[in-house]
């Protein structure tokens, strides 16, 4: 009988639905959950593989919050000593060949950082995802070995870069393994693909993602992130426009 009863459960559970996902957003909210952080400190290298060749820069950033964040960049020499910083929906970049530090706005923000495949408008977007896109569920599907939640994300607000994106969202670490972002038209515009997770203290994070803009030539850009310190003690002077020009 007890041979019997197991038969009957085991039936029963093969009978069984799939249980469902979570919902998009709540998924969403996890994924943000996940690489929140007060401050953060990193260094990163990006590799920029288009027609003319390759070239590499380094760069380290002071990260507090969500909206305020400063880029100065190491390498190559003909760009060390460029720096960046973000302030709210302010941007400003300092060039020390020229000496000047110009405000980026407007049409401006569309152009490429360092010639790369990222645009300034694609750093100034708040990363907080579940804040600005709602979010529904697709379907499930295995990337890189790993079970995805496929998320479509719709624009809560007009005016964002990308109006509509489908992210892979790794089940079990909450890491986006890949993403496609679209105009308002449904156009394609730029393709992410993860090709190295770590753990870092409690955390999941990408140590190594493709960036490509479909509309350029290329062979899209790797950024790795080589260093990341989560709830950094950074000095206020640091956000400060003074900073650009130390």
Request: net charge positive.
């Amino acid at each position: 009988m007890s041979a019997l009863a197991a038969a009957v459960v085991l039936a029963a559970s093969l009978a069984a639905p799939p249980a469902a996902p979570p919902p998009g957003d709540a998924i969403l909210r996890r994924v943000d959950e996940n690489l929140g952080s007060d401050n953060k400190v990193t260094r990163a290298r990006m590799t920029v593989r288009g027609r003319g060749g390759t070239r590499t820069v380094e760069m380290q950033s002071w990260i507090r919050g969500m909206r305020e964040s400063f880029t100065e960049y190491l390498a190559p020499p003909r760009d060390r000593g460029t720096k960046m910083l973000k302030l709210g929906d302010q941007l400003w970049t300092y060039f020390p060949a020229t000496d000047r530090t110009v405000s980026i706005a407007g049409h401006m923000l569309r152009q490429s950082v360092m010639g790369s495949d990222l645009s300034y408008e694609d750093l100034m977007e708040d990363p907080r995802l579940s804040e600005i896109y709602d979010a529904r569920v697709e379907r499930e599907e295995t990337v890189r070995e790993r079970p995805c939640w496929v998320l479509a994300l719709t624009a809560k607000r007009p005016g964002l870069a990308y109006h509509t994106r489908q992210v892979w969202v790794d089940q079990e670490r909450l890491v986006l393994l890949r993403e496609n972002r679209h105009a308002r038209s449904g156009r394609l515009l730029k393709t992410t693909e993860v090709e190295e997770v770590e753990k870092a203290g409690r955390r999941w994070i990408a140590k190594a993602v493709v960036f490509k803009d479909v509309l350029k030539g290329g062979e899209g850009t790797r950024f790795e992130l080589q260093s990341i310190e989560f709830d950094a003690a950074i000095p206020d002077h640091v956000f400060s426009k003074a900073s650009l020009r130390r």
